[in-house]
């Protein structure tokens, strides 16, 4: 397994460089997410905007891990209609589904940390043979609301990437707002910022934190690119909004459309 430079980038990005999308195509798809609450992958898969397996390779891609294939597998065949796909931070859907134990997932989050958050999740993943390439396009697949064909057994090459020095960081940090701000820790970090999104849902759905921030650094300078408080997440549960509104983002176009702005706690 070859290993390259990793720089993470918006999934609608690298949909459109590569090819596979057109921007009208995204902002369609957007449009029908904001419409409806579907997840993106489902739509752009059974709009026949690109195939399940270009999608998967993609979301692959975005963990550090890049699939290569001479030819594209077929679809999945057809199923019942199905209600739409509850969205889980990424951690959370390879224990429930089976890919990784729990002891398992800490121990590659331990690596990670020992790395300082300059090896992808995906990387340590298929490097360490805790997972194969395409069981990790699966698993992203399934948490995007696609199903790769479970019959099929791909035949791909995994060119694993890595950030280099003096790359952007993400830091998820728990912080207080009673009686004053005060950053408590950093939890986690990687150069993935939808890594750090992944991690920062599930640590807000199991601890229920007074707050969290998840901030971007270069090693010289740093700037909060967003923020989750657990009193405006009550005001809004209150509210009876949805959980995009209550957390201030929507987990599903985290990988989309790019970094969210700031939000204000």
């Not at 449009?31 to 998967?56: D, H, K, N, P």
């Not at 199923?79 to 969205?87: F, L, S």
């Not at 759905?205 to 700037?223: A, F, H, K, L, Y």
């Not at 967003?226 to 959980?243: G, V």
Request: charged share 25%; aromatic share 8%.
């Amino acid at each position: 397994m070859l290993h390259a430079q990793y720089s993470w980038r918006p999934l609608g990005a690298l949909l459109v460089e590569k090819g596979l999308l057109t921007s009208s195509e995204l902002e369609a798809a957007l449009a029908e997410q904001r419409r409806t609450g579907r997840l993106v992958g489902e739509i752009l898969v059974e709009a026949g905007y690109l195939s399940a397996f270009s999608l998967a390779r993609m979301l692959a891609e975005q963990h550090g891990v890049e699939l290569q294939t001479t030819s594209e597998p077929g679809a999945a065949p057809p199923g019942p209609a199905r209600p739409p796909t509850v969205w889980r931070p990424l951690g959370k859907l390879l224990v429930e589904s089976g890919y990784l134990t729990k002891r398992e997932l800490r121990q590659v989050l331990d690596r990670q940390r020992e790395s300082g958050g300059r090896r992808l999740l995906g990387e340590i993943l298929v490097a360490e043979g805790f997972l194969s390439g395409i069981s990790l396009a699966r698993a992203r697949s399934a948490q995007n609301g696609v199903e790769l064909d479970p019959s099929e057994d791909f035949e791909v090459d995994a060119v694993l990437k890595t950030s280099g020095p003096g790359q952007v960081i993400y830091q998820v940090l728990d912080v207080g707002y009673e009686p004053r701000y005060k950053a408590q820790e950093v939890l986690y970090e990687s150069a993935s910022f939808l890594e750090a999104v992944d991690f920062a849902a599930e640590f807000v759905e199991d601890v229920n934190p007074d707050g969290v921030e998840i901030q971007r650094s270069d090693g010289t300078t740093s700037e909060t690119v967003w923020t989750y408080s657990d009193s405006r997440a009550a005001a809004t549960a209150r509210s009876r909004q949805s959980l995009a509104e209550t957390f201030g983002f929507d987990p599903t176009l985290w990988d989309v459309g790019g970094e969210p702005e700031a939000q204000a706690s």
